[in-house]
């Protein structure tokens, strides 16, 4: 199963930078534990997730992988999840991010000087005006993700109208995330 490999051990607590302390890369890296592929993600992975790791502090987020100038609200929460692939050139962390809008799983690959490559969502829950839009993924050895995106109304019913959808994506050997390749 995904989070029974070995490095998935619980914290004893939340993960905060100290105040005034700066914020390197090389700890950032150590809130996430590589994992063996292949592994699928889906809405029990939340659940794994949070009973291995205390939530991340947002100041982590904002120094490594948000954009300048993006605002969250005080609602949102961050979990760090798993290093996902390592190469020459780049690295791949996957973290958890819940907001009033749903919950979310990303990709965020980066340099290995720590410099922000790509970034994009792979499974999740999002809540939308006439419904649930749910995505599940599986990423394989070679680092393709095949996602597999449903939506589903009100009452709990899979929308006929061509809603559920899958799509392929793949991490470059750049480190850049590809859809649809």
């Not at 999840?81 to 996957?94: I, Y």
Request: charged share 25%.
């Amino acid at each position: 199963m995904l989070l029974h490999q070995e490095g998935f051990q619980g914290t004893t607590g939340p993960i905060i930078p100290k105040k005034k302390e700066k914020l390197r890369f090389e700890d950032f890296l150590n809130f996430f534990p590589p994992v063996e592929l292949p592994l699928s993600i889906s809405s029990d992975t939340e659940k794994l997730i949070s009973e291995a790791h205390e939530p991340l502090n947002a100041a982590w987020m904002y120094e490594f992988v948000l954009e300048y100038g993006e605002e969250l609200d005080e609602f949102t929460e961050f979990m760090p999840c798993f290093c996902l692939a390592q190469s020459e050139k780049f690295l791949g962390l996957v973290y958890w991010q819940a907001s009033l809008e749903g919950s979310a799983y990303f990709l965020a690959t980066f340099s290995l000087a720590g410099h922000i490559i790509d970034h994009k969502i792979l499974a999740g829950t999002l809540y939308l005006e006439d419904g649930i839009k749910q995505m599940v993924c599986t990423v394989a050895k070679d680092w393709s993700i095949q996602r597999v995106e449903g939506h589903i109304d009100a009452q709990g019913q899979l929308l006929k109208e061509n809603t559920t959808q899958s799509k392929r994506l793949q991490i470059t050997l750049d480190g850049e995330i590809l859809e649809d390749v």
